[in-house]
């Protein structure tokens, strides 16, 4: 899943934190019965434990963010951090445990009564819904308004921007037009999925995948009432089957969640729903969030991306009982893309690797410590497929460039005297700018003159997700972060390297890769059901990918980040790749 889209800040104060953090210990173990004390539980009291453990309901929770939700549709969303907000507003049929770490990762059900029941031949996987399930309104939610809400997916021309799984693995030749063009009466007509009855809903695959529950898992396969729909609109104003409804929705500016009172606690053993409501502010003014957020005006950070140079400083030095250093599954990225020239030829790719300084993007970005380890894999450790492979020699110098063979590249692409190229960077993620002008400073030291573009990480599914925008602009580097949609390698790789997920709108395969040698591993990855096994495919495919120069790793990311003294059940998730797990959270009274 794509990273969030600062003001720009400078490198200067990354010692200072790196020195913070070296002398600070865990002041708390994160138990207690969140009374509201006004302090923080204790330095990474959320790391893989809860801090302030509590059932106390009640008060507002208080958000902010420096970007709004890709979307609020959730067949729409991307985002990780739109992902575990919707945890507060939608339901699947089976979703994350509510458990700290790594034990957030398993699949427990939702909607339904237990997890899939799966034929031998692994084929046809049935569910059974639980009683008492209802939307906003108090209507009964039924199978049919599961199956209409992953139909939306087929609409790609008005429902773009979400991930493409379950499309793929029940429909690959694209047979169903989407529930838009149906022209069956109740516009159920997609065969794959089967409802006998309103508690009974079947799938039915043509082929064998490990990670359809996974698929099921995401927001995308959320229920929708069909009456409800408004098609693209449906984002401003999404109707609700979790604990809270929407109450305000400005986009770009605030949202404000209050309690659904048609939900029933008894239909739900995920969502404890503590606060009474949920207000959100969005504010591209990174360096004033985190003093609001500091200064108690807010209790915790929407987007889960870290804080700002100066706010990590200031919170671990000031504040660092309410700080926790997450780690998390994002890779911090340059993709190459091939349709833009010299590009197209892997040496002028591959001397781009040489050339980047990693430890220096490394430096840029806030130190090993506080912004985490320069990357050989295109893989994130956690997920199987990653390897020490290093073509390039980048552990072995480092992170420092070799300009020798940088410039040997140079030759064999025909370019000796260098060439030019046009990079993104997103200029309300914190630090992606900064990073993207070290690169520039660096390239230019092999000829590679780089002129860097800054845009709204908002826009990323319309501009650098769009392969035809991105050509007429001229773009021919992008960066960026990606994290596991789930923890898996098809759920971490397959949007950014499969040519099949290659889409004009919402596109991921940044690099527009198109090597049918790498979709047939995903297929034989996909299709293993020992994930050791799998695990080796994909650090085939990950070889591949790095020899091919396609697609540029430079860090495996940690995030500073703030942990309110009012916030109550907070623990990261690896769910959410590192970020709280939102759904859990409450506040004291203090």
């Not at 602009?473 to 950014?496: H, I, K, N, V």
Request: glycine share 10%.
């Amino acid at each position: 899943m794509p990273t969030l889209p600062p003001k720009r800040r400078l490198a200067a104060g990354a010692a200072l934190v790196v020195a913070a953090l070296v002398t600070t210990t865990a002041c708390g173990s994160g138990d207690g019965d969140g009374d509201g004390d006004g302090k923080g539980a204790g330095y990474n009291a959320a790391l893989n434990k809860v801090a302030k453990a509590s059932k106390k309901t009640g008060g507002t929770l208080r958000m902010v963010g420096k970007q709004d939700l890709d979307s609020a549709d959730p067949q729409r969303a991307y985002y990780g951090m739109s992902w575990d907000f919707m945890r507060f507003y939608t339901r699947q049929l089976v979703s994350y445990d509510t458990k700290p770490g790594k034990a957030g990762t398993k699949l427990v059900p939702d909607l339904a009564k237990s997890t899939a029941k799966i034929s031998a031949d692994g084929k046809t996987y049935t569910y059974e819904l639980r009683d008492g399930l209802t939307w906003e309104d108090g209507s009964p939610l039924t199978s049919k308004d599961i199956k209409y809400g992953i139909e939306r997916i087929w609409a790609k021309d008005t429902i773009t921007g979400g991930p493409g799984y379950l499309r793929q693995a029940l429909d690959p030749k694209g047979e169903y037009p989407g529930p838009y063009k149906d022209k069956s009466a109740d516009k159920l007509g997609l065969k794959a999925i089967q409802t006998p009855n309103d508690k009974t809903i079947i799938f039915k695959l043509p082929k064998r995948n490990g990670d359809f529950e996974q698929f099921l898992a995401m927001p995308s396969g959320s229920p929708v009432k069909a009456a409800k729909d408004t098609k693209a609109k449906y984002t401003s104003r999404p109707f609700s089957s979790g604990p809270y409804k929407f109450d305000t929705y400005k986009p770009g500016k605030k949202i404000v969640l209050v309690r659904n009172d048609k939900w029933k606690k008894a239909s739900d053993p995920i969502r404890p729903a503590l606060p009474d409501k949920i207000d959100v502010t969005i504010s591209a003014n990174l360096e004033e969030n985190d003093k609001r957020l500091m200064a108690g005006d807010y209790d915790v950070d929407l987007n889960g991306t870290g804080m700002t140079q100066s706010g990590r400083v200031t919170a671990v030095q000031k504040h660092r009982d309410s700080v926790d250093n997450m780690h998390t599954s994002f890779v911090r990225y340059v993709a190459l893309i091939h349709t833009a020239k010299p590009f197209d030829n892997v040496h002028c790719r591959k001397a781009v690797f040489y050339a980047t300084d990693f430890a220096s993007l490394q430096q840029t970005r806030g130190g090993k410590l506080a912004a985490g380890d320069i990357a050989n894999s295109t893989f994130p450790k956690a997920i199987p497929g990653y390897s020490d492979y290093d073509p390039y020699g980048v552990l072995e110098r480092k992170g420092k460039p070799d300009l020798a063979k940088a410039k040997d590249e140079l030759k064999q692409c025909d370019k000796p005297d260098g060439f030019s190229a046009k990079l993104t960077a997103r200029n309300n993620n914190p630090g992606e700018v900064d990073a993207a002008e070290a690169l520039q400073a660096q390239l230019k030291k092999a000829n590679i003159n780089v002129d860097v573009e800054s845009l709204d990480g908002a826009d990323s599914a319309s501009i650098t997700g769009s392969p035809s925008v991105v050509k007429k602009r001229g773009y021919s580097m992008q960066m960026s972060g990606w994290g596991p949609d789930f923890p898996s390698g098809q759920g971490y790789a397959q949007p950014l390297f499969d040519s099949r997920f290659l889409v004009e709108n919402g596109n991921y395969n940044e690099s527009q890769i198109k090597d049918k040698k790498i979709d047939g591993l995903f297929d034989k990855a996909i299709a293993e059901t020992d994930p050791v096994k799998a695990g080796e495919i994909y650090k085939q495919l990950d070889k591949r990918i790095l020899d091919q120069a396609d697609w540029m790793p430079f860090l495996y990311e940690k995030n500073i980040t703030w942990r309110g003294p009012r916030l109550t059940n907070a623990y990261m998730s690896d769910a959410y790749n590192g970020r709280y797990d939102y759904v859990s959270l409450g506040v004291s009274s203090k």
